[in-house]
């Protein structure tokens, strides 16, 4: 059998997952061991782990978060901010999101709120929850952007099914009355 018109095949099938796999299985030794059904559920499983890992990829960058490296595995909990372990293990689970409720983060400043809350993004785009991410002094100025173009009625729909809207830095300005 032809493995190049199959792995050609493969990619214009937009199955690049499969391809780069059924490609690394011709190059091991003792594949042929595996049964037809072993081998092909390799396949797919590659396949459903790549366009997993590009739909996060595209959701973390949707999101637009201010701290895209925040990850939930580098919570510090030795610093003096009081989290607590088992209540952001919990956290984590996004259980409150699938809940629709809400997580408000209340320390002083330069405690890591910011960080910590888009460690929560992070972990929420992972479980496939869509996230975003606003600064408040400059959503007055993006309200009057999309306002004026006309885009706001749209903007609004948009935000309104997204799963988790972060609003940061929601103290440090006056709110204007727009």
């Known amino acids: 059998m032809l493995h190049h018109p199959t792995v050609e095949k493969l990619y214009s099938l937009r199955l690049g997952g499969m391809a780069a796999a059924l490609a690394e299985q011709q190059a091991q030794e003792g594949i042929d061991r595996l049964c037809f059904e072993e081998r092909l559920g390799l396949l797919v499983e590659r396949e459903a782990s790549e366009r997993e890992s590009r739909q996060t990829t595209a959701r973390l960058r949707r999101a637009k978060l201010k701290f895209a490296d925040a990850s939930p595995e580098d919570i510090d909990y030795r610093t003096v901010r009081g989290l607590d372990r088992a209540l952001t293990?919990?956290?984590?689970?996004?259980?409150?999101?699938?809940?629709?409720?809400?997580?408000?983060?209340?320390?002083p400043t330069g405690l890591g709120k910011s960080w910590l809350a888009c460690a929560f993004a992070v972990q929420a785009c992972r479980q496939g929850f869509s996230v975003a991410y606003l600064r408040m002094p400059k959503l007055s100025e993006e309200l009057a952007l999309v306002h004026g173009s006309g885009g706001y009625a749209r903007w609004l729909a948009q935000l309104a099914k997204t799963d988790i809207v972060i609003l940061d830095d929601l103290a440090m300005t006056p709110l204007s009355a727009s």
């Open 89 to 107: 293990a919990r956290l984590l689970t996004c259980e409150w999101v699938r809940r629709r409720q809400n997580l408000i983060l209340i320390a």
